[in-house]
């Protein structure tokens, strides 16, 4: 498992780096500017959240808890949803704010994701944020010693947190459905899907469910156009 949670987060780190560019640097400090979309507004808000509980069960000593919030965090809403998410909008010219707006967003997240992650985690969160690059006038020279992070108000809306979860609930009935289908359909020819059978479905369904989650944002005119 922990093999598995290094390499999403080596796999994260590198599709970051190459949406943000080379050339990127930082801002000072994030700020929201109007040109975020639904889905970044729904990132920093669950950042806010995990980092808020995080910190809540050091508070409380409990350990376990802290590193299964941090860890859910980065796996199921940084990389299994936003990060899909961003793929579309980095596809745009790079003079349009919506990509400059979702730069800032994917570094701030992945930032402070590792730093969410140093106290379990020593090592390969310290390299990948090394790679990262700093903020500008932050010459932090490991993130062993930089600030744990902190969440904040200005990041939170539960109105858009709520609005994501019915998406996710449509998008997994769907995928729920297809598997159903193909699963029913077998049945009648008297054919017993493979595991391999299985697996290439579920990566279908997968699919299908991220240009659903497209196709809902391009419709509320609100995320990746």
Known sequence: ANRAFCNKMWNATRLV?????????????FAFNG??????????????????ETNAHFEAYGFAEATQVAQ?????????VYLELSKPIMRLEDSDPRK???????????????????PFMPFVPEELWQRLGRRAGDETESFHVAPYPEGSQAWADEAVEVEME???ALIKAKAKAQIVAYKNAMAKAKYTPSRGDLTLLKLQ??????????QFFAFYKEAIG
């Open 100 to 118: 400059q707006a979702a730069r800032d967003v994917l570094y701030t997240v992945m930032d402070n994701g590792l730093r969410l992650l140093a």
């Open 205 to 214: 369904a997968k699919s299908d469910a991220a240009a659903l989650l497209t």
């Open 72 to 80: 859910a965090f980065f796996l199921n809403d940084y990389c299994d």
């Open 166 to 168: 019915q998406v996710k």
């Open 17 to 29: 780096l190459m949406s943000i560019g080379s050339e990127y640097k930082a801002p000072a400090e």
């Open 35 to 52: 040109s975020q979309s639904m889905a970044d507004r729904w990132i920093m808000s669950r950042l806010n959240k995990a980092v808020t």
